[in-house]
């Protein structure tokens, strides 16, 4: 994960997703499943994460998902409400589920909060986390399955193979997978070849 500033809501948004929205859950309060208004608006979460996952920190190559921060389970007051979605890969708002504020927000991790570790790309929580804050990012490391879930490494592992091969520049790769880049700099810094 890294730091990501709050993405400003679209000017349409209240008319398009909000408005039409509340009606719905009023009228409809006994119905589980409510109607993805806001899938219209995923570009627009996407460019303010920069088309990273929230949680992963690279770009998802599937397109990603909105995911509702609090989710419509527990919090289905917050289900049209663009202050509750984060951009986040479809295969890690499938693990979050409903786990709601007992992950990290995106929008309150820290810049060197996270690191990736190089050969093996599991991703580690740093000494830069707050203690208070430090059993959540555990927590949203193994709920998420971030440090070593076999799709995330087989994803970290194809950007890396891409700069490694040369398909990729480390500037290209600080776009797509920025920790993983930094993992690369330190070894750089400290003379090394990236492993």
Avoid at 102 to 120: H, K, M
Wanted: aromatic share 10%.
């Amino acid at each position: 994960m890294i730091p990501v500033a709050k993405v400003p809501e679209p000017d349409d948004f209240d008319g398009e997703v909000r408005t039409p929205g509340r009606a719905w859950l009023k009228a409809n309060p006994t119905v589980d499943r409510p109607p993805a208004l806001w899938s219209g608006h995923t570009q627009d979460l996407a460019e303010g994460f920069a088309n990273l996952c929230g949680y992963a920190a690279m770009l998802d190559p599937t397109g990603g998902t909105v995911d509702h921060y609090l989710s419509c389970k527990n919090h289905r007051e917050l289900t049209y409400e663009w202050s509750n979605y984060r951009f986040a890969s479809g295969t890690l708002n499938s693990s979050k589920k409903n786990a709601d504020d007992t992950v990290l927000d995106p929008y309150e991790v820290q810049a060197g909060w996270f690191e990736i570790l190089l050969p093996s790309l599991q991703m580690r929580v740093t000494d830069a986390v707050p203690a208070a804050m430090r059993a959540k990012a555990e927590f949203t490391l193994k709920r998420l399955k971030l440090r070593d879930g076999e799709r995330i490494i087989r994803w970290r592992q194809s950007w890396y193979a891409m700069y490694k091969s040369g398909g990729l520049t480390l500037d290209g790769l600080r776009q797509v997978a920025p920790l993983i880049a930094e993992a690369v700099d330190k070894v750089l810094a400290k003379g090394g070849v990236a492993p």
